[in-house]
DNA sequence: GTCTATACATGGATAGAC
DNA sequence: GTCTATCCATGTATAGAC
């Protein structure tokens, strides 16, 4: 078998991993896994020593594919009204893939089990977008915050929150909210909010 | 056997449950669940019909525990200041309590398998706290936001994210950032908001 | 009503044929 | 290297003795 094979096949059972994992999360049974990747389940042991190897490597992957979507450099250059209804409309999208959502949850419930994916999510994703975040607003005169990496876990918190509680706990149907609301609201807090620290200066 | 010795039965097991399940999350082994709450398995099954009852019940048990700890009349009493000092205050200290954290992991880890606790939550804790924030903000003259639940909405959601990055997700060794530094960013945040939205009109 | 012992299903992992 | 068939540990739940 070439490689380019062995690597399709790694791609079929992680991506049969993938539905399974988030359907039911780490209870998720091999069995299954394996027949929603369409192979035989020796041939997932063939690709990954046990389980938890193959959950590892399944978040892992899952967490690479969201590390760039982030803050790009054009997106730096705007000003602050822009900046922020961009950043703010991006991190809120993310509340549409399933993908994204379940990769939240698996690695909250699983914080226990598999303490590297937790840290690995906070080092590869948390972490860059606060700091660029704390940043932006650290070089942009006018955001004249006393705390700018207080300011951006502030705002990071408020959006990630939100997505748990709309569509992981699914307040979307027992307290929905319209994101414009929170967007507006996260865009009105922050620009007043400047502007007022501009003047107590 | 007494009712009130039955009673104590019950809380014996629970208590056995919450050490269990706290540590190994749902996966917890009910051999272990007796074993820890000190009685024969037998005498779990006699008092919770199954496996999914008992953890039901448990974290049910364990939000009640914390629904009436939040806004409390004199606190809406408080000027803006001294109020969102000493409610940032109060959500922070939480996180102290590992009761509290292994409630949210868990309900967030098993919102797939338990959507009724997932909704349980948000109705019982969270949705009573954003609207008591929500109303202080709306009869506040002094905090003249455009949207004063989508405010509490961000506000709650910080200090929620903050606690679920530093205590689940460990971040307080891998990204640690002092309370004071999240309260008092959030204060300025708010406060200057406002007074900037007073002038705006 | 409680405990010991056990039944029975589930599921992770592997042996052996091809 | 892949598939079928199977092993065996684990764990939920219960039967039966006291």
């Known amino acids: ?6 690597a399709k096949k790694r791609e079929k059972i992680l991506e049969g991993a993938l539905r399974a994992f988030l359907r039911d999360g780490y209870a998720a049974n091999m069995d299954v896994i394996a027949a929603e990747g369409g192979v035989a389940k020796q041939t997932v042991y063939t690709y990954f020593k046990d389980k938890e190897t193959l959950f590892a490597a399944l978040v892992d992957r899952l967490m690479e594919r969201f590390v760039l979507a982030g803050m790009t450099a054009e997106l730096m250059e705007l000003e ?12 809120l999208q993310r509340m549409d893939d399933p993908e994204y959502v379940g990769m939240i949850r698996m690695i ?3 914080s226990g089990r598999f303490p590297e994916l937790a840290d690995m999510y906070l080092t590869k994703l948390v972490r860059p977008g606060i700091e660029s975040l704390a940043q932006y607003i650290r070089e942009s ?3 004249n ?3 700018p990496e207080a300011v951006a876990r502030i705002i990071h918190g408020a959006l990630v929150n939100f997505m748990i509680s ?5 307040g979307k149907y027992s307290m929905p909210m319209g994101r414009e609301r929170l ?4 865009l009105e807090l922050v620009l007043f909010a400047a502007e007022q620290a501009k003047r107590a200066r």
Do not use: G
């Open 1 to 6: 078998m070439t490689e380019e094979r062995q």
């Open 80 to 91: 602050p009204p822009a900046f922020f209804r961009t950043m703010t409309q991006i991190a």
């Open 108 to 110: 909250i419930a699983e």
């Open 141 to 143: 005169p006018s955001l």
């Open 145 to 147: 915050f006393s705390d």
């Open 166 to 170: 709309q569509e992981i706990l699914n």
């Open 183 to 186: 967007a507006s609201s996260l």
